[in-house]
């Protein structure tokens, strides 16, 4: 894709001495219109097939092509994403997919989604700390503080 994140997009720079976090995924939602929608999931996930529908609940799970980025998008028009590799990927891919949906359903209200609409709920990074960690003495040492 053309807008993929490169290794300084993903790479945190912390305190001179602490080791460098590399972003791995990026959680958010956007709403896709001004007002409540009412989307025809059945028609998004017809139309594109790298869709699952869930007929229990209204919501459609969408990916793209090359990415392993997901989306859920629900018949009111609020799109939850995870798998997005730095906050600009993550912009890129709530416009990537509300495209989508506006290309389906054109009649629909979907808006232009602008920087600033993304809200950015959770971020996970990894680090190399230059020693192994054993998770199970770590939870013996601590097992008030570590869930098992």
Request: hydrophobic letters at 40%.
């Amino acid at each position: 894709m053309a807008n993929e994140p490169n290794e300084e997009e993903t790479t945190i720079q912390t305190a001179p001495g602490l080791p460098p976090l590399r972003l791995v995924n990026v959680c958010g939602v956007v709403r896709l219109g001004y007002r409540d929608l009412d989307l025809d999931l059945q028609a998004i996930s017809d139309k594109y097939w790298h869709t699952e529908y869930n007929t229990k609940k209204p919501y459609v799970l969408v990916g793209l092509l090359g990415a392993t980025a997901r989306a859920k998008i629900n018949a009111k028009g609020i799109l939850t994403f995870w798998g997005g590799q730095s906050e600009a990927h993550a912009v890129f891919l709530a416009k990537r997919w509300a495209r989508l949906v506006h290309k389906s359903q054109p009649w629909a209200g979907v808006r232009v989604i602008k920087p600033q609409a993304v809200r950015v709920h959770n971020m996970m990074a990894t680090c190399n700390v230059g020693f192994a960690i054993n998770l199970d003495r770590l939870q013996q040492g601590y097992p008030h503080r570590v869930r098992a």
